[in-house]
């Protein structure tokens, strides 16, 4: 756990503030992944654009990692293929670069689609947002929106390209978004179901 504080915060009060969350923090804690409960996996499911990767995993000798896909649908992981941590950093870089690769250009096409501009976007892997969007019409979207279902991606995007015009949660900006997206309400309810089903090494 890391805990940062502003330039000039006391230090002193660091401890008792840890004690009076501690029923927080081992709650949160507890839900966070260890070395032990990671798992490699064996196979990837991007729901979004229907892509189900086999990982086939290859130990050589050295410390670093390389993944690369196979035409066969295979993804290759090859290096130090024991070490839990190592292969869910190398696996994550490949999600990371996959999700620009396919979240971005599905933003631009539903942007003129639709005829909502925005000025950019960025692809992060966020904790607690699926997607987000700043005054200055800049969308962050999580990546892990891979794992989803095409009609939840769709949602998400349509929700972001619609904060370009209302940033609040207003009805007016729910009406805005019913009008591209008449199940919005459902889908927010189903990603929640969704989001429980994102792999621990993701």
């Known amino acids: 756990m890391e805990v940062v504080v502003p330039l000039g915060f006391d230090e002193a009060r660091i401890p008792e503030i ?3 969350k501690a029923g927080w923090i081992s709650k949160h804690l507890g839900k ?9 996996p064996e196979s990837i499911d ?11 995993y290859l130990a050589t000798s ?4 390389t993944v690369y896909e ?12 024991d070490d839990p941590l190592r292969v869910a950093g190398a696996l994550n870089e490949w999600l990371q670069a996959k999700a620009g690769k396919v979240l971005v250009p599905w933003l631009q096409k539903l ?10 976007v960025t692809i992060r892997r966020q904790k607690t947002r699926w997607g987000s969007c700043s005054k200055q019409r800049s969308i962050n979207l999580n990546r892990n929106l891979l794992f989803f279902p095409p009609q939840l991606v769709r949602y998400v995007l349509v929700h972001e ?6 940033l609040d949660h207003s009805e007016k900006f729910w009406s ?5 997206e008449p199940d919005a309400r459902r889908r927010r309810r189903e990603i929640e179901t969704a989001s429980g089903e994102i792999p621990p090494w993701a």
């Open 161 to 166: 390209l619609c904060h370009t015009k209302q």
């Open 176 to 180: 805005l978004v019913e009008g591209y």
């Open 18 to 20: 840890l004690e009076s």
């Open 111 to 120: 942007s003129r689609d639709l005829s909502i501009p925005f000025a950019r």
């Open 32 to 40: 966070t992944p260890t070395v032990e409960k990671l798992q490699r």
């Open 70 to 81: 196979g035409g066969d649908g295979t993804l290759a992981v090859e290096g130090a293929v």
């Open 46 to 56: 991007l729901k979004s654009i229907q892509e189900c990767w086999k990982v086939e």
């Open 62 to 65: 050295g410390g670093g990692l």
